[in-house]
């Protein structure tokens, strides 16, 4: 059984940092892409960054580019997060998602772990 | 603002029908694949359909998906009141030069 598990949230004052990590197991981690996506409270899902399995391939979306920073350890079966410069916007619940495929792009989110909320507020 | 449009909610009667609806442009649904996610209240979303119109293992065949162009439908039968849920549907965007995935806005089902 695929499981995803996040951690790592919590409260950060605006200008601060924090570093989500994503535990991954029941299935062959580095044979596929992963990503993040975020909901801010009582809003929709929001993509946020992709790598592929072998770290080639480096998405983010237009909000989060220059401050967050995507990256895993294959060995270790790991993705991370690490969020600089945070902003009141960036409040929300972040959830760990295995793609489908795992080279160029994003084919689907086909596992999703529950998710952490981060909170940034002084 | 979101890059694919959904109708922020929509209702029906249990046992009834209903549609969803997601329009995209050429950069996005027009030429890639189409997908959606269910997210029960509380919940982490769950991929509903993938590449435009399959299930997963385990998603009754009471919904369904397909694509036309640069839009896409889903649909749901036999409602139950456990459908009571927001949809979202989604694909890769490539009118960027890096790409990047794009979310419609959601879609809140109410089954009356």
């Known amino acids: 059984e695929v499981q995803l598990v996040e951690s790592g949230g919590g409260l950060v004052k605006p200008g601060g940092s924090l570093r989500l990590s994503c535990a991954a197991s029941g299935f062959t981690f580095s044979s596929y892409s992963m990503n993040w996506v975020r909901q801010a409270p009582g809003k929709g899902l929001e993509w946020v960054s992709s790598i592929s399995s072998s770290s080639s391939y480096i998405y983010y979306a237009d909000s989060v580019k220059g401050r967050f920073t995507i990256s895993r350890d294959n060995a270790k079966n790991s993705l991370y997060l690490q969020m600089n410069s945070l902003r009141a916007e960036d409040t929300a619940v972040y959830y760990c998602?295995?793609?489908?495929?795992?080279?160029?792009?994003?084919?689907?989110?086909?596992?999703w772990g529950q998710g952490t909320l981060v909170t940034v507020s002084s | 603002q979101s890059v694919l449009t959904q109708p922020p909610s929509v209702s029906a009667a249990p046992g009834q029908k209903v549609t969803i609806s997601c329009s995209g442009s050429s950069s996005n649904i027009g030429n890639n694949y189409v997908s959606w996610y269910q997210q029960l209240p509380g919940t982490a979303p769950k991929l509903l359909i993938y590449?435009?119109?399959k299930r997963p293992s385990g998603i009754p065949d009471r919904f369904s998906g397909s694509k036309s162009g640069t839009s896409a439908t889903l649909g749901i039968t036999g409602l139950q009141t456990g459908d009571e849920a927001d949809y979202y549907c989604g694909t890769w965007d490539s009118s960027l030069s890096a790409g990047e995935w794009v979310f419609g806005g959601g879609t809140k089902l109410t089954v009356l």
């Open positions: 998602a295995r793609d489908a495929g795992g080279w160029y792009g994003v084919e689907y989110f086909q596992h």
């Open positions: 590449e435009n119109n």
